[in-house]
């Protein structure tokens, strides 16, 4: 399972629009929630109106809030932050 909360169970009809992709169903009604952060993690809106931030509170508050969600995955793939050398 990807996102938690595409539509269904969870659904929010307002915030960021995430998506829910089943990859295997061995018809278990328990799910793992894979959450992909990818980038920079920022609090700054970017296009789609909505910060980074935004849309993984909301990502995991729409796993949350769905009960056949037993385990969330964080799937980070984001650079490390470079330091400024004083010297």
């Known amino acids: 399972m990807s996102p938690a ?5 969870g659904y929010h009809s307002y915030g960021p629009r995430l998506e829910e992709v089943t990859i295997r169903d061995d018809n278990s009604v328990n799910k793992i929630a894979v959450v992909p952060i990818e980038g920079i993690i920022t609090g700054q809106v970017a296009d789609g109106g909505f910060s980074m931030v935004t849309v993984i509170k909301e990502e995991l508050k729409r796993a ?12 980070v793939d984001s650079p490390r932050r470079r330091s400024a050398r004083v010297g």
């Open 5 to 9: 909360a595409g539509g269904g169970k």
């Open 64 to 75: 949350r809030d769905d009960h056949e969600v037993k385990a969330v995955i964080l799937k």
